[in-house]
């Protein structure tokens, strides 16, 4: 089921930029932000059943590095 968003001028824009520069449709990349946002969102509220990020934080990455506080 197809569903209807409205965005802003600039974050149109910004879509238009970010789909020209990797070559993936703006559909793709509103779907990926929204489900890494979705994400990232369960895991600071400690949602039972949150899906596991894929990849380390670049704090979690600092940290590790002994770069980081």
């Not at 070559?23 to 979705?38: F, P, S």
């Not at 994400?39 to 894929?54: F, K, N, S, V």
Request: glycine content about 8%.
């Amino acid at each position: 089921m197809p569903h209807l968003l409205r965005f802003s001028r600039d974050l149109e824009a910004r879509l238009e930029r970010a789909s020209h520069h990797t070559g993936i449709t703006k559909a793709e990349l509103i779907e990926r932000l929204v489900q890494d946002g979705l994400t990232d969102l369960e895991t600071q509220l400690l949602i039972e059943g949150a899906a596991p990020r894929a990849e380390r934080s670049i704090d979690q990455l600092l940290r590790e590095s002994g770069l980081g506080a």
